[in-house]
């Protein structure tokens, strides 16, 4: 079967940091772009940060940019988001994202119709 399990969520305090991670099943997540997004009660789900296939080029949407880290271990195929200086605005569901076809460029997007294949995600409650 072929999915994507995010983990790494819980509460956190304002200014903490925690990791998040994506793994893989059924597939070899390394051919592909992975994105991450979230979703916070009541709003659209947005675009967070995204990793290319090749050269790992990264993208960051401008509210976590210099705060929030993507990364990928190709051998443990998982693709992990740290996530540091949390803000309570952080509060979201987290999810990752690829295609279901092979990425043939190493440009990732933050928009969500360029990916089809999400995991069910993990929940960042940033609260004092």
């Known amino acids: 079967q072929l999915q994507l399990v995010e983990s790494g969520g819980g509460l956190m305090q304002p200014g903490g940091s925690v990791r998040l991670s994506c793994a893989a099943s059924g597939f070899t997540l390394q051919y592909y772009n992975v994105g991450w997004f979230r979703q916070a009660p009541g709003k659209e789900r947005e675009g967070v940060s995204c990793?290319?296939?090749?050269?790992?080029?990264?993208y960051y949407a401008d509210s976590v940019k210099g705060r929030f880290t993507i990364s990928r271990d190709n051998a443990k195929n998982t693709v992990y988001l740290e996530m540091n200086s949390l803000k309570p605005e952080d509060t979201a569901v987290y999810f990752c994202?690829?295609?279901?076809?092979?990425?043939?460029?190493?440009?990732?997007?933050?928009?969500?119709?360029?990916?089809?294949?999400w995991g069910r995600g993990t929940q960042v409650t940033v609260s004092s």
């Open positions: 990793i290319g296939r090749s050269f790992a080029l990264t």
């Open positions: 994202t690829t295609s279901t076809r092979i990425s043939l460029s190493n440009i990732c997007s933050l928009t969500d119709s360029a990916y089809e294949r």
